[in-house]
């Protein structure tokens, strides 16, 4: 193997296992990233087929937040971001109540594809002691996302940042990004990168957040 294929290797297994940056360039790829969604994404998917999309997905509906609560020091930041295929838009600091699971990602990131079979695991022997939140980060093509999801297995309600408005207050360098917030809305924990099992993501929620999946 030459040395300019070794570098691409390494820094090609250093981003799966750092994570994500940035969506891929799609206008300058000399491959296709079709999917059946393709067709109508070209066109411009309207909000009512967004909308059926996520209904045959079976995607929750995105949670009722406090509009008026005071955000909290340590804790997601005072924001409303609309839900992916339409719903209740949500501001994440008046979420309180229930410890959250909150998982940053977006259906172009390759490490989120990896423990996305993890989440989907996590969220559905959940017993409703644990609130499992998407977020879709820094995505143009919310058709895929919705896809992306419904191929997981993601039931649970998903927000969609496509300006990136999280970035800077929760310090995102790379996706994924999973945070564990307690009751109180308090930030107590950051998994930066994939998971890599059911089992990983159950031992941190049960030592950072005191509940048992």
């Not at 307690?182 to 107590?188: H, I, N, S, T």
């Amino acid at each position: 193997m030459s040395r300019a294929r070794r570098i691409v290797a390494t820094c090609t297994v250093a981003l799966v296992m750092l994570g994500c940056t940035q969506p891929p360039d799609i206008s300058r790829s000399t491959t296709p990233v079709a999917t059946s969604a393709e067709a109508s994404s070209e066109t411009g998917d309207t909000s009512v087929d967004l909308a059926a999309r996520k209904r045959a997905a079976g995607i929750a509906d995105c949670p009722a937040s406090d509009p008026q609560i005071a955000a909290v020091e340590d804790g997601l930041p005072d924001l409303a971001l609309e839900c992916l295929g339409g719903g209740t838009r949500t501001r994440l600091a008046g979420l309180r109540g229930r410890p959250m699971l909150v998982n940053v990602w977006a259906q172009w990131c390759e490490p989120c594809r990896q423990e996305a079979p993890f989440l989907s695991e996590i969220a559905t022997v959940s017993t409703g002691d644990l609130m499992v939140l998407g977020i879709d980060f820094n995505d143009p093509r919310p058709e895929l996302a919705i896809e992306f999801a419904d191929l997981a297995s993601w039931r649970y309600p998903q927000l969609v940042d496509p300006d990136k408005a999280i970035s800077a207050p929760l310090q995102l360098a790379n996706i994924p990004q999973t945070l564990l917030v307690d009751a109180d809305g308090r930030v107590v924990y950051r998994h930066a990168g994939p998971f890599t099992s059911a089992d990983a993501i159950r031992q941190v929620v049960q030592q950072r957040l005191g509940v048992t999946i």
